[in-house]
């Protein structure tokens, strides 16, 4: 079992920053990917980041390239999403998830787009940006 704990949400107002973290235990990190969702009333949950199990690629949402970046310290078992100018539609749970295929599939710098193919995942930390 793998258990995430996000952290790091609150309320900012727009152009504002925030990073949320992502803390791991319960399995090895460094053979996870990690990805960032997103889940705003009434839409899909949908990634924002990922980063893959090696950290030699990152893959970015349209909606937030430019804007948020992940990154993953292995020794401390934490993936963090950096955001900046933020905006009111990035408001949304933002949930931290793990993918443990690639590292049985032996795709090292792979990082999935579909929330399904992740296998675990935390409780969700509120971001609301304010106008």
């Known amino acids: 079992q793998v258990q995430l704990v996000e952290s790091g949400g609150g309320l900012v107002q727009a152009g504002g920053s925030l990073r949320l973290s992502c803390a791991a235990s319960?399995?090895?990190?460094?053979?996870?990917?990690m990805g960032w969702f997103r889940q705003a009333p009434g839409k899909e949950r949908e990634l924002v980041a990922g980063i893959s199990l090696n950290g030699a690629t990152t893959y970015y949402t349209d909606s937030g390239k430019g804007r948020f970046t992940i990154s993953r310290d292995n020794a401390k078992k934490t993936v963090y999403l950096q955001m900046n100018s933020l905006k009111p539609e990035d408001t949304a749970v933002y949930y931290c998830?793990?993918?443990?295929?690639?590292?049985?599939?032996?795709?090292?710098?792979?990082?999935?787009?579909?929330?399904?193919?992740?296998?675990?995942w935390g409780q969700g930390t509120q971001v609301t940006v304010s106008s």
């Open positions: 319960g399995g090895t990190f460094s053979k996870y990917a």
């Open positions: 998830a793990a993918d443990l295929d690639p590292f049985y599939r032996g795709r090292y710098s792979f990082v999935s787009r579909m929330s399904a193919e992740y296998d675990y």
